[in-house]
C-alpha cells in the first residue's frame, strides 16, 4: 500500500472547470479516480498507468475529463482535470492507486477490490 493524499475539489457552475490532485508516497502500477455522488455506488472515472501514461475513461466523461501524471523519482502525482462540468458530477472524488500487478486498463479494472490504497476523498459539487 502507499499513502495518497488529494487536493483541488470544490465548487463549480455548469460547464466550469475544477482540477484534482493526488500525491502517491511510494511506487504504484496504475492510478484511478473514482466518484461517489450521494446516495449511489462508488464509480470509475479515469484510470493512467503510472510508467506508459497511458489511460483509459468511463463513457460518461471521456472528452470532458483528462487524467494526467508527473513522475519525480519515486513519486508520482496524479491530475484530474475536470471541463464542462455537469451537475451529475457532483460527487465525492476518490483517488485510488494499484500497486501490484500489471498496469493493465480498462472498464475491469474499474473494480474496487483491485485498488489497495486510496485516499481520503475530496467533494466535487457543480451548480
Known amino acids: 500500500q502507499v499513502q495518497l493524499v488529494e487536493s483541488g475539489g470544490g465548487s463549480a457552475q455548469p460547464g466550469g472547470s475544477l482540477r484534482l490532485s493526488c500525491v502517491a508516497s511510494?511506487?504504484?502500477?496504475?492510478m484511478a479516480w473514482f466518484r461517489q455522488p450521494p446516495g449511489k455506488l462508488r464509480e470509475g472515472v479515469a484510470q493512467i498507468a503510472t510508467v506508459s501514461g497511458a489511460t483509459f475513461y468511463d463513457a460518461t466523461v471521456e472528452g470532458r475529463f483528462t487524467i494526467s501524471r508527473d513522475k519525480v523519482d519515486n513519486a508520482v502525482t496524479v491530475h484530474l482535470e475536470m471541463n464542462n462540468l455537469r451537475p451529475d458530477d457532483s460527487a465525492i472524488y476518490y483517488c485510488?492507486?494499484?500497486?501490484?500487478?500489471?498496469?493493465?486498463?480498462?472498464?475491469?479494472?474499474?473494480?474496487?477490490?483491485?485498488?489497495?490504497?486510496w485516499g481520503q476523498g475530496t467533494q466535487v459539487t457543480v451548480s
Open positions: 511510494g511506487s504504484t502500477s496504475a
Open positions: 485510488a492507486a494499484r500497486t501490484t500487478g500489471r498496469p493493465f486498463l480498462g472498464r475491469m479494472y474499474f473494480d474496487l477490490r483491485l485498488y489497495d490504497s
